[in-house]
């Protein structure tokens, strides 16, 4: 069984940065891409940004320059740093890894349990 686990929301005031952190653990033999969408009351969910195998980003345009994804120091793990935040960037934020494949049948999505950012002053 695959699991991600997301870290670093919280509440910060405009113009303030957060890094938002996740981590997938299981028996994962591959990640296609791992990346942060965002959920706003009454709003679809978006994506944010994204970062493949190769390294490859990309990001919506509302974010482009404010935040950076990378990858984390430790294996399938991947952060977000969200600076120059702004109240329209509250959401909930969930990281997804997408065609993860473990050996055991097709490749699969996964998607952590979500974690509040709210911009606020």
């Known amino acids: 069984q695959v699991q991600l686990v997301e870290s670093g929301g919280g509440l910060v005031q405009p113009g303030g940065s957060l890094r938002l952190s996740c981590a997938a653990s299981?028996?994962?033999?591959?990640?296609?891409?791992m990346g942060w969408y965002r959920r706003a009351p009454g709003k679809q969910r978006e994506l944010v940004a994204r970062?493949?195998?190769?390294?490859?980003?990309n990001y919506a345009g509302a974010v482009k320059g404010r935040f950076t994804i990378s990858r984390g120091n430790a294996k399938n793990t991947v952060v977000l740093q969200m600076n120059s935040l702004k109240p329209e960037d509250t959401s909930v934020y969930y990281c997804?890894?997408?065609?993860?494949?473990?050996?055991?049948?097709?490749?699969?999505?996964?998607w952590g349990q979500g974690t509040q950012v709210t911009v606020s002053s």
């Open positions: 970062i493949t195998s190769g390294s490859m980003t």
């Open positions: 299981g028996s994962i033999f591959s990640i296609n891409a």
């Open positions: 997804n890894a997408d065609n993860v494949f473990t050996g055991w049948g097709p490749p699969n999505d996964y």
